[in-house]
């Protein structure tokens, strides 16, 4: 069974802080993704990477960047946290179309 | 515009109801239609359809793509209420980076008893 793990359930931070949101997945997969979830919006690509070191702007890269040194390992970077940040981020992996993901990390920044 | 565009945005039936969720999308670079299902955390697979007029089915859930029209249904028979979830669209489009995604806003589906 494929598993990606999130490194928190739930965050709150305060405006203004750096934020890291870790990802690992354990099925040697190529590509990895992050993307935020919000009412009424859906699912938004922030970056992707294919491969180590790799990365891509999904549709709302500002404000995020991100960190692939290990493939098992895709980290989103808040470098200054803002309140319209506030969201659910959602980590996938896949090796083909088929994305696996996360359990989800709801960050509040108050 | 939207590229992957869901319908209805929420809907609300009881147990035993039979509920057909809409997903239209655009043609341009068009390579596949995924369906997800989303309950409390992370969205689970449930079908990839790439050809038009094959229905896949699993359980009481079926798909089906119709790239003429340009939009494929989810159907759910003899609903329960452990149905009760976000679905969501999603396209694979050929061009940039492969096996990017681009999801529609999803359909909230609640089922009461």
């Keep these: 069974d494929v598993k990606v793990t999130q490194s928190s359930r739930y965050l709150v931070k305060r405006t203004g802080e750096k934020v890291f949101l870790e990802c690992v997945q354990d099925m040697d997969h190529e590509n990895m993704f992050w993307y935020r979830q919000d009412p009424g919006l859906g699912l938004r690509l922030i970056y992707f990477s294919y491969d180590v070191k790799m990365k891509e702007k999904g549709d709302i890269p500002e404000g995020y960047s991100v960190s692939r040194e290990k493939k098992e390992r895709f980290s989103l970077i808040l470098e200054s946290a803002s309140t319209n940040q506030t969201s659910m981020y959602l980590c996938a992996s896949s090796s083909s179309y088929e994305q696996y993901f996360g359990p989800g990390t709801r960050l509040t920044v108050t | ?113």
């Excluded at chain 2, 790239?67 to 694979?92: M, R, V, W």
Aim: proline share 3%; glycine share 8%.
């Design chain 2, 1 to 113: 515009e939207d590229k992957v565009v869901q319908s209805p945005l929420s809907l609300v039936v009881h147990e035993g109801d039979t509920v057909t969720l809409n997903c239209s999308y655009e043609v341009t670079n068009f390579r596949s239609l995924l369906w997800y299902k989303q309950e409390k955390k992370a969205p689970t697979f449930l079908f990839m359809l790439t050809s038009s007029g094959i229905e896949k089915k699993s359980g009481r859930l079926s798909s089906i793509l119709d790239k003429k029209e340009l939009f494929s249904i989810l159907n759910i028979t003899a609903t329960q209420t452990g149905d009760s979830a976000i679905y969501l669209c999603a396209g694979h489009y050929i061009g940039g980076s492969n096996y990017k995604l681009t999801f529609g806003k999803g359909t909230l589906l609640t089922v009461n008893p």
